[in-house]
């Protein structure tokens, strides 16, 4: 089993930018890939990017290129997510998730859920 815990969101300005990251408890880290996903209010669940068990492929919703970087360090057993140029269409709360199966960009997919860290980007 794995447990995650997100930190690292906040209030921002348009234009500014974050590190998310998640810690995961377990030695079993390493054999899941990662990903990271967020909600707005009112919103479904939208996939953001995710991150094979060693770092070395990564995948990012269209909408999420150039803005978005994901990597992981498996030595912390952490995932991060970087935004840059945040957007106030970028406010949600986002989540780490993990999973068995890499390229996964249905919730239905990851196993284990954080429980995610508000992002608020002001105009």
């Known amino acids: 089993q794995v447990q995650l815990v997100e930190s690292g969101g906040g209030l921002v300005q348009t234009g500014g930018s974050l590190r998310l990251s998640c810690a995961a408890s377990g030695r079993t880290f390493s054999s899941y890939a990662m990903g990271w996903f967020r909600q707005a209010p009112g919103k479904e669940r939208e996939f953001v990017a995710c991150?094979?068990?060693?770092?070395?492929?990564?995948y990012y919703a269209d909408s999420m290129k150039g803005r978005f970087t994901i990597s992981r360090d498996n030595a912390k057993n952490t995932v991060y997510l970087q935004i840059n140029s945040l957007k106030p269409d970028d406010t949600a709360v986002y989540y780490c998730?993990?999973?068995?199966?890499?390229?996964?960009?249905?919730?239905?997919?990851?196993?284990?859920w954080g429980q995610g860290t508000q992002v608020t980007v002001s105009s």
């Open positions: 991150i094979s068990w060693n770092g070395g492929s990564l």
């Open positions: 998730a993990a999973s068995h199966k890499f390229k996964s960009w249905s919730t239905l997919e990851y196993d284990y």
